[in-house]
């Protein structure tokens, strides 16, 4: 069983570094003004394991952009649930729900696919 949090985490310092390729919009994320400052001190993943999460990620996005946004928020933007919640006017708990519900879709995608991650 894959501890989904620690390869969301290490996939988010992935894409937020300059040198993934990937590009998230700040705005796009829905949370214009809540972004804290980005530490350097963050634990990152390899590039093949990048895109692999990236693949799935992208899955996620075509089938339910609202988790999309919410895994892209916490994972690469460092917003806290609490602060998710507050700007979406929702419970945190049911954030919490969410984002469970996202990272089980990315662990279920990592399953199909049979791939085993560097980081692993």
Known sequence: MRDMQKVLERWGCWAA????GVDYSHIAAGFKGLLPQS???RLSCTDDDGLIIESCMTRLQKKKPYEHSLLV???IYRVSKRGMAKARKKDEKIIRIEMQMAEGFIDGCLSMIDV???ME
């Open 17 to 20: 570094s300059d040198s993934s």
């Open 39 to 41: 530490s350097s001190n």
């Open 73 to 75: 928020a916490h994972y």
């Open 116 to 118: 085993r991650l560097e």
